[in-house]
């Protein structure tokens, strides 16, 4: 990994450079290549959607407001920012590789503050430069909060994770005899084997504080967030394996939601949503290859028998050829329509954010094959958010206004597709992206109007875990065929091999 260097006119979320040096951070870290680094403001520092393999981070990361007492504090802003993306990234991929499920309630917020200091002590053990990275996380996040503190027992919970190994903390507990029953329990927490023993201690935590495990009210008045999401796919910490843990957790932030808590729920993302390009760059790719068919060039080629007697022809009279006259052929353009879901259903295990990544990957993939491309979203309204003739920056920003909502009618949406005027000489190719949940009258529609448009090649497409079996039947039966995909990656390849015996 090679720290991004040198001027640009560009805010810093928007180059290239500094986007693959994020997405590298966290797969190096996490141990994990199917997570895609989100750049966006969405009310808190980093976030974790393990459903949808998103990690969120905000691109303002987190102030410095004061180097001269933060420890290993660099002494420029370009240092300042390196060393915050590997300490943030580096902390949501150690809840990936160490991390268990996040019990409800204040038991689970506890648990949160507690289990982040674990963490972070088995990352550091495994990657001793995250050390320092640590310590400076951790004293930029106190010199933040510290203002807000209350001094009571169960903030101490969640400050000494920043103090206890300060040469000047700004923590000291209000109740010396009630912190010195606490205090060894968190430090027991700090070194537990594993997320289950961390749940245990902090039971007793609010058991000795005569605190309610389920009350949902905030422990630390703000300081933190605990909403968090996980990994089910997570391995024991022993297994040396990659794993997320079911709460997002993070060192803290006054104002601001943890790096690792679940981002607050958001209808409509941010304009400045912004995919690292490795996520999206291979697999356009490889679909671009597809989009636009292979022109044979004009050209002279020998004869198979390269003027050598052929008695046969000889006999019957004929001249013997020698050379050939190859006609070049103009391959027939493509328009690509993707017609993408967006009802209530597609919030849902991370449906939507897998069909955006999907169209990220279509726009792209036009770019690269220089084909039309547009982009039709539907619930029970059916809008164009990118029509053809659309510039790829616009319409990569145009899919930041596709969010779920309504319910499900496939058979409009098809219309409109099927409405645009096709040219002689012109291919169109519509893929639809959808969780299944259709009604048998629309269904039935959007049949009727496959078979009215023979000339339009339709792929429809299940995304995510959607479908089962009784579901995936009724498409194959309407549409002819049917494409399951998890996520954008492995969409890609199944539509190259689709789109190439369509053409064998």
Known sequence: MIVPSGPSTLPWPQQPSWRTFAGQLFRFYSRKSNFTVLITRRGGTAAVDPVSKVVYLDPDLLPVTDPGVIRHAPGDEHGIRALLLRAILAHEAGHVQFSGDKPPALLGQLWNALEDERMERLMAARYPELAPAFDFLGDTLAEKVSLKWRFDSLEGCLAMRFEHDRAAPKWAPARLDEWADIWPLVQAAWTAPDSDRVTWIAGCILGLLGLDQADERDPFGGLVGSDGAGDPD?????????????????????????????????????????????????????????????????????????????????????????????????????????????????????????????????????????????????????????????????????????????????????RRAFESPRRAGEQHLHIVICDGGLDAEDMAACGRLIGDHRDVRVLPVLIGEAANGSVAQAWQVTFGTLLLAHDHTQLAGVIRARMRAFRH
Request: glycine share 12%.
């Open 234 to 414: 997570r391995q024991q910490p022993g297994d040396d394996g990659d794993g997320t843990p079911e709460g997002g957790r993070s060192p803290g932030g006054q104002g601001s939601r943890d790096p690792g808590d679940r981002p607050p729920p958001d209808p409509a993302p941010d304009p400045t949503d912004i995919l690292t390009v490795g996520d999206v760059e291979g697999p356009a790719r490889l679909v671009a290859s597809v989009l636009r068919e292979r022109a044979r060039p004009g050209r002279t080629r020998p004869h198979e028998t390269r003027g050598n007697l052929d008695l046969t022809r000889y006999i019957e009279g004929r001249s013997r050829l020698f050379r050939q006259r190859q006609e070049p052929t103009r391959p027939s353009e493509l328009h690509v329509t993707w017609i993408v879901d967006r009802s209530g259903s597609m919030n849902e295990e991370g449906r939507m954010g897998c069909a955006v990544r999907a169209l990220h990957m279509g726009i792209r993939a036009a770019q690269i094959a220089d084909v039309p491309v547009r982009v039709i979203a539907f619930d029970d309204v059916v809008e164009e958010p990118v029509p053809f003739g659309l510039s790829p920056a616009a319409a990569t920003s145009a899919l930041c206004t596709i969010f779920p909502r309504g319910y499900t009618e496939l058979a409009p949406a098809m």
